[in-house]
């Protein structure tokens, strides 16, 4: 009995310093949505539950081992114990009792996470390699960056392009897949203003860990001023932007900018500076100038001629560009070698 005691008090006291000692890392960044509230209360009370199973195995392991060790000389065999069936009903039936306990607990918690509301804002989620794009339905406005307003629900459409991603604002604690071929949602209200980035929380290629977008939360007001302002921007004709300019645009529109630097700096794929009339060595050891031609090869066929030191994962995806906005892409990449 007094053993019993006192690894209990030990337990209670190792318990006590494994949440304080987790507490005072920082194991999550600042929580800025409502729905986390949720998650991170059922997260700390995961917590202390397993600090406290973690204590009760190890304090009752390190006690015996120091408490009930061999005394030297002493040869005798120790008490042959067979099962205790009150132990076992123990051991067995309160785990699960609060593993059910989380699980209708988590439930209820999902309900609400996951419930509708009128006055939702729709943001539809493109992922792509290695990417995302964002279009606000109800607006007519894309955008690679995701802006949303304060303390309004966002109803999240996601999908992908190419192979599985994960949308994941870690601050705002949910997380969901985008699947190619489907729509997958996810709701979430945003309570504080700032910056964050979208992670993608799938393994999903070479440049999984690259793939980033910024989110920017502003109050209702400056929401709105953001949107009409992408209104008047966003739709610009391509006929009134010169093909440099339109160039520009869809490198930003098509996600290119996340692979391909303009600054000289190497990313996943070759930087874009000074691309243009360079010469460029292919992996099978031969050289080839970049020209008109090979840019255009590169875009549409990126399998074709691999530069070397660069890996052969740009989707070939690009099919789809019309003549004009290809024409304007390479126009970009080459006032890009001046
Ligand atoms: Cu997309 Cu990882």
Redesign the pocket.
Known sequence: MKHFVIASVLVIVVTVLIILGLGSIDLVPNLASAEGEYVDLMFRAQLYVISFIFALIIVFILYSVVVFRRKPGDTSDGPHIRGNTTLEITWTVIPLIVVMGFGVWGALHLSEITAQEPNELVVEVT?F??GWRFEYPDYGVNSSELYLPRDRKVLFRLT?TD????FWIPEFRIKQD?VPGLWTELRVTPTQPGDYRVR??????YA??A?YAPVVVVEPDEFQAWLEGQEVGTPTPPEDLTPVERGAQLAEQQGCLSCHSIDGSTQVGPTWLGLYGSERPLEDGSTVVADEEYLRTAILDPGSQVVQGFPNIMPPAYTFLSDEELAALVAYLESLSD
Do not use: D, K, P
Request: charge should be negative; glycine fraction near 12%; hydrophobic fraction near 40%.
């Open positions: 992922g390699q290695f992908s192979v599985i991603h994960s985008a993608c929380a799938e393994l999903c290629g999984h860990s793939m």
